[in-house]
């Protein structure tokens, strides 16, 4: 079974935190990249963050290095995606997506992932 169920998603005020989840399977977690993208209304999606699940290493978005942390759980297949200094350019809907694990270098290549969750609602207000 394919699974990957994002949660977390909410408004908050500029400068507040948040952390998202991403709930896999056995199939979507295990030796994956799992990665956050985001895309905002009337713009494209864009990758914010991954990380290999066998090997731990992370990749980020130069907006969001320093702001945003992404970590694995693997006893309950989850990463999530903790977020800081939020701004109101952080508005988006996120969504988790899951690709094969070919290196130790986990990518933001929309490409690379071939399972993708439903999203997650994050408005940042001023």
């Known amino acids: 079974q394919e699974q990957l169920v994002e949660s977390g998603g909410r408004s908050v005020q500029a400068g507040g935190s948040l952390t998202l989840s991403c709930v896999g399977s056995?199939?979507?977690?295990?030796?994956?990249?799992i990665a956050w993208f985001r895309q905002a209304p009337g713009k494209e999606r864009e990758g914010v963050a991954s990380?290999?699940?066998?090997?731990?290493?992370?990749f980020y978005a130069d907006s969001v290095k320093g702001r945003f942390t992404i970590s694995r759980e693997t006893a309950k297949e989850t990463v999530y995606l903790q977020m800081k200094s939020l701004v109101p350019e952080d508005t988006a809907m996120y969504y988790c997506?899951?690709?094969?694990?070919?290196?130790?270098?986990?990518?933001?290549?929309?490409?690379?992932?071939?399972?993708w969750g439903q999203g997650t609602q994050v408005t940042v207000s001023s």
């Open positions: 997506a899951s690709g094969s694990e070919y290196d130790e270098r986990p990518t933001l290549r929309q490409s690379d992932y071939n399972y």
């Open positions: 056995r199939n979507t977690y295990r030796r994956r990249f």
């Open positions: 990380i290999s699940t066998s090997y731990g290493s992370t």
